[in-house]
């Protein structure tokens, strides 16, 4: 089945302590992004990358890092998370670009205490 | 960075009523598209709208592509109760940046 998953589902964390949020696509896309969707506020971009090797900053990247060595991951990382990264994240994907139809993860819901 | 408005921020509906909802944008786009989100779920493609002037169906729904290339609007029509959830529209500018509206929420009327 074509998906984008994303793991864990749900994370508990305190402020400073390093983790990772993991993206896989079985669809040989070439397009990956994060998003955070906080109240209000919709979909914000945080990374994306067009191909492998290939990543720019979205919106509100201050605080993550990503990394695209293989086509299928794009991993999320915060070195130092703080409370202020609490909310949900979606990890998406298409073919070749956000113009085109995004499959979308089910999302990580963070807690950053 | 660059800012969608999108109207209204959430409606109630009543079974078999029709719904529109609009989004704008200060600069010009060359895509818009309509996403519903169900809870707990991603969001969903509904709509890719690519000319300006360009209106699309998909099913019950209508998606138009403003002339000015500054919005975009959707209408439901005879909507049910499972078009409840929230309807983002998102653009794009020359480039490769996507930007999503805040979003509308669309409950049923009880």
């Known amino acids: 089945e074509a998906q984008v998953t994303q793991n864990p589902r749900y994370l508990i964390t305190v402020t400073g302590k390093k983790l990772t949020v993991t993206c896989s696509q079985n669809?040989?896309?070439?397009?990956m992004s994060w998003y955070r969707q906080d109240p209000g506020l919709g979909l914000r971009q945080i990374y994306y990358?067009?191909?492998?090797?290939?990543?720019d900053k979205g919106d509100v990247p201050e605080g993550y890092k990503v990394s695209r060595k293989e086509k299928r991951n794009f991993p999320l990382i915060l070195e130092s998370p703080s409370p202020n990264q609490t909310s949900l994240y979606f990890c998406?994907?298409?073919?070749?670009?956000?113009?085109?139809?995004?499959?979308f993860g089910s999302g990580t819901q963070l807690s950053v205490l | 960075g660059q800012q969608l408005n999108q109207s209204p921020q959430s409606m109630f509906i009543q079974e078999g009523e029709d719904v529109s909802m609009n989004c704008t944008s200060s600069?010009?786009?060359?895509?818009w598209l309509w996403y519903k989100q169900d809870p707990g779920e991603g969001p969903v493609l509904l709509i890719a709208?690519?000319?300006?002037?360009e209106l699309t169906s998909n099913g019950r729904l209508t998606a138009q592509f403003g002339i000015t290339r500054k919005d975009s609007f959707l209408n439901i029509s005879a909507s049910i109760p499972s078009d409840v959830g929230i309807y983002f529209c998102?653009?794009?500018?020359?480039?490769?940046?996507?930007?999503f509206g805040a979003g509308t929420i669309l409950r049923v009327k009880s």
């Open positions: 998406a994907s298409s073919l070749r670009g956000p113009n085109e139809k995004l499959f």
């Open positions: 669809m040989n896309h070439e397009y």
């Open positions: 990358s067009m191909n492998v090797e290939v990543t």
């Open positions: 600069s010009i786009f060359n895509t």
């Open positions: 709208l690519y000319k300006a002037g």
């Open positions: 998102a653009g794009m500018e020359y480039g490769n940046k996507l930007v």
